[in-house]
């Protein structure tokens, strides 16, 4: 094996160590913020909405931020939208081919159409080439707000019957850690944060660089490697809920999850620093993103359920849109949509919209 080949190898190792630190990390995060929110006397109901909820796109924060940082723009939302995809696709057509899934009322009532809205939201603020701080600050906005709503549901209107039941779906604290000291709880959530962080990087540098030795665009890798990389942690709660009984939450963990990566992961990021958006992005895999919502909803409507078949066809959809990105089968990478005029961004993001303008 020649040297180009050795550093092949060496940057996808440094991805595949990476993943696996944020899938580690990402855990223990979710450990230790359950740990202190019920020190904080919160509901394991409110947990569930919150901690819990949001733990599995922590991965995808991390990543989408220091891709963002790193001036790799198409990771960066990338990583988002591929999440998106195979967390409707193989996640969930993956339980669906182990366990056909019901579908909670609720989830299409409330989770599902904010996925949707929240998917087309991001859309419109994507078509004129750049995600600036004012629309962060909107998506961030609408992320606390939904929060806030479904926690004010959680406590006032669902009944007690359901509010034990999303209780007893909240994955307890590792055995004693609640009782540690609040110093010891603190510093195990700061020490996950800075794994998270530098699994993040790891896989953000590894992607990088195994795109360009390879030949692959940033934003087929962002939307392959690396979000298929950092849909892990949903994927490994969805199974192991399934497998413990609770198949409807495997539904509610991909749905709950899409929104989290829409508007908070997007939010924060374009907070840090204003992410352009490449045309391909938001004038073919945006679409795509919200057609596999819609494929979902016409799936299930009225069966409301996952079945066998319709998981296989999840999964086979997900094959196509990877084969057929790999293949460079993308015919907006040709043309570009009018751009909003960039001179406002600061530094490298500056400098990388022109060149893509």
Not at 142 to 158: D, G, K, N, T
Not at 184 to 209: K, R
Request: aromatic share 4%; hydrophobic share 55%; proline share 6%.
């Amino acid at each position: 094996m020649g040297t180009a080949g050795c550093t092949v190898v060496l940057h996808i190792g440094l991805m595949v160590l990476g993943t696996a630190g944020l899938w580690l990390a990402g855990d223990k995060l979710v450990d230790f913020a359950a740990a202190l929110a019920e020190r904080a006397r919160l509901s394991p109901a409110v947990i569930g909405l919150t901690v819990v909820a949001a733990g599995t796109s922590f991965p995808e924060l991390f990543v989408s931020v220091a891709a963002a940082w790193d001036g790799s723009p198409d990771i960066a939302v990338g990583n988002v939208v591929g999440s998106n995809i195979s967390n409707l696709t193989l996640v969930l057509g993956a339980v669906a081919l182990a366990w056909p899934v019901p579908i909670a009322p609720a989830i299409l009532r409330l989770e599902y159409p904010v996925m949707m809205l929240s998917g087309a939201l991001v859309l419109v603020l994507s078509r004129d080439g750049l995600l600036d701080r004012v629309e962060a600050a909107l998506l961030t906005a609408a992320m606390v707000a939904f929060i806030s709503y479904s926690v004010w549901l959680a406590r006032r209107v669902l009944p007690p019957a359901e509010r034990q039941e999303l209780a007893e779906q909240v994955p307890p604290p590792a055995a004693g850690l609640a009782t540690r000291p609040l110093p010891a709880l603190l510093l195990g959530l700061l020490v996950t944060l800075v794994a998270l962080s530098v699994s993040a990087s790891a896989l953000v540098n590894g992607a990088i660089h195994t795109a360009r030795m390879l030949g692959i665009t940033e934003r087929v890798i962002g939307l392959t490697v690396v979000a298929v990389g950092t849909s892990l942690p949903e994927l490994a709660a969805s199974l192991l809920a399934a497998r413990r009984g609770h198949h409807e939450m495997a539904v509610a963990n991909v749905v709950g999850s899409n929104v989290f990566n829409t508007l908070m992961i997007l939010g924060v990021a374009g907070l840090v620093t204003p992410i352009p958006v490449a045309a391909a992005l938001s004038g073919v895999d945006m679409w795509i993103m919200l057609a596999t919502g819609g494929l979902l909803g016409l799936l299930t409507f009225h069966r409301q359920r996952v079945s066998r078949p319709a998981g296989a066809l999840l999964v086979t959809f997900f094959a196509v849109y990877c084969g057929w990105l790999l293949l460079g089968g993308t015919p907006a990478e040709g043309g570009e949509l009018p751009r909003r005029p960039n001179q406002h961004v600061p530094g490298k993001v500056a400098e990388m919209a022109h060149r893509r303008g």
